[in-house]
């Protein structure tokens, strides 16, 4: 089984993956996620990656491929994998093609997160992460249960720098010009299952759930 999450930012996309990567016992393969990694150590390549994040621009392929080229490679990745956060252009998804050709293997399925745009903002903007175990929070769709502190660990919740509303609104119009072309590219490859991102947590988690056991074989 192994998947892509598409969708633009604040679409629930980590939120699912983390959910569907439980229920099926595979990994969830967020690049997001390895790369605040390294811009925490304070790597060259996090060095470098900040400053692409902070101004809500892509991180370059060269870098991003290579995390994400390794991780597959992995043991666990084996029984299959969600991307998240992976590809974002048309150039990353035909390397990822050739990444997986190697590893003679191709993705199933691409999971299509529709939301409208208007609510993107209210949630990013809404989003608080803990900086001990990265849980993720919102203040209106899944607030903790103790303002300021993470549910999972008790850590200190903060609002990221490529949360904030302006960085967001760049972040929407990278994604417009560049990510959503891949909408027609995974349509072409007949691998597109729209899923509507907008009602509950739970709902969108069944709707996968339906598409991926429907097509399953």
Avoid: W
Avoid at 16 to 36: C, D, F
Avoid at 70 to 85: M, S, T, V, W
Avoid at 177 to 183: N, S, V
Avoid at 203 to 211: E, L, P
């Amino acid at each position: 089984m192994d998947l892509v999450f598409l969708g633009p930012p604040g679409a629930g996309k980590g939120t699912q993956a983390n959910l569907i990567a439980k229920r099926y016992g595979i990994p969830q393969v967020s690049t997001g996620e390895m790369l605040r990694a390294a811009v925490k150590a304070q790597t060259p390549m996090g060095v470098l990656a900040k400053q692409y994040m902070d101004s809500g621009a892509l991180v370059p392929d060269e870098v991003v491929v290579g995390i994400v080229g390794e991780r597959l490679a992995l043991d666990d990745c084996r029984a299959g994998f969600i991307l998240d956060g992976f590809p974002r252009t048309v150039a990353q998804a035909d390397a990822l093609k050739g990444i997986l050709g190697g590893l003679g293997r191709s993705i199933r399925h691409v999971i299509s997160f529709e939301v409208d745009a208007n609510l993107l903002l209210e949630r990013i903007t809404g989003r608080r992460v803990c900086r001990l175990c990265g849980r993720a929070h919102h203040l209106v769709f899944d607030p903790p249960r103790e303002v300021g502190v993470c549910d999972e660990c008790g850590g200190e919740l903060y609002q990221r720098d490529d949360d904030q509303a302006e960085t967001m609104r760049r972040r929407l119009d990278v994604y417009d010009e560049q990510t959503a072309p891949l909408k027609r590219y995974y349509l072409e490859e007949q691998l597109l299952r729209r899923v509507d991102a907008l009602g509950q947590i739970g709902d969108v988690q069944q709707s996968i759930v339906s598409i991926l056991e429907s097509l399953q074989g």
